[in-house]
């Protein structure tokens, strides 16, 4: 019986395997990646790779949450609960760090600046983690915007988790002068800036 849909032929394809956060706020929603990218691509969101699938792993929430309360611990931290969790893509790319010149570099740079701004002022969804590894190249020397997992609906406000998140080296000078700012625009914006000047220094002859 022949095969048909997106499996019909062989290929390649992108698997991310991680465990997505879950809040522990009562009436906060933390919505899965690939539910983020059904959004971005109802809204015709430019230069974000084509999602194929994605879902929970049966089974795969994490337990430690539930053992705070324990009369034994003495310690009482607060455990934010965790999911197992797939993605899969049709386009796996290249890091940007491989660029084949400085245009290609920032070309793509530019390509997922455009994913942002069109994510932000259509499907109103601000990414979060700009970063360096979070840019992707495709064969056509392109860039593309991944990685949405800490995404957030602009509608939703307020903090969803009592850590910080993103990656640290291209993090706004704000958010790490204050851990409690809520993460805004402007800071993904100046995360742009810092891609630039921290692949530059490193990759650039």
Known sequence: MGKTGPWSEPRV????????FLSDLPDVEVKAEHE????????GTPNIPEHVAGGDVDGGRTQAQDLVDVRWLCVKPRISPYQHYRLVHRIVGRALFKFEC?????????DALNAHSHAFNSAK???RDISAG????TDEGRG??????LAKLMKDVGSRRPDRTGTWQFMSANLLQHP?????LTDDLES????????TLRYVP
């Open 13 to 20: 394809i992108y698997m991310k395997d991680t465990w997505r």
């Open 36 to 43: 983020i990218y059904k959004i971005l691509h109802a809204h």
């Open 102 to 110: 400085t245009k290609q570099f920032v070309t793509a740079v530019f």
């Open 125 to 127: 969804i601000l990414h």
């Open 134 to 137: 979070n840019i992707i190249l």
């Open 144 to 149: 593309l915007l991944i990685d949405w997992e």
């Open 180 to 184: 409690g700012k809520i993460h805004t």
């Open 192 to 199: 742009f800036l810092h891609v630039l000047g921290w692949m």
